[in-house]
């Protein structure tokens, strides 16, 4: 299979909400991170879809307040069939604070050269 990334992604662990266009919310956690994309382990009630514009408030132990992104889902994979959804989701980060994307990306750098 050929890689479609155009930037690697890194392994991470966070925490976070995600809030729908509908102001929905669910529990999340951020499962690796690169440039320009995140992919999300999602925990609702309802699914959501392929082109849906999410808002993410990941919580980075480090800082005050949570890092806010917005995020345009562009895949969803289900991982178990129960009446509540748990799905990963991949998604194309769209809006962050600069110096929250940094935060990020060397949060995530880190535990890769802790791994190898």
Excluded: Q
Excluded at 57 to 64: S, T
Excluded at 82 to 101: C, N, Q, R, T, V
Aim: charged share 35%; glycine share 6%; with cysteine.
């Amino acid at each position: 299979m050929d890689e479609r990334r155009k930037f690697p992604r890194f392994a991470i662990e966070l925490d976070a909400k995600i809030i729908t266009e509908a102001g929905k919310e669910s529990l999340c956690k951020l499962t690796d991170i690169s440039r320009e994309g995140t992919c999300i382990e999602i925990f609702s009630k309802e699914k959501i879809e392929i082109g849906t514009g999410v808002k993410l408030e990941i919580v980075a132990v480090e800082k005050e307040s949570p890092i806010k992104a917005s995020v345009i889902i562009m895949w969803v994979t289900e991982l178990d069939s129960d009446h509540d959804y748990h799905y990963l989701a991949g998604g194309l980060i769209s809006e962050i604070d600069s110096e929250d994307k940094c935060y990020l990306l060397d949060k995530a750098y880190a535990i890769f050269k802790e791994n190898h």
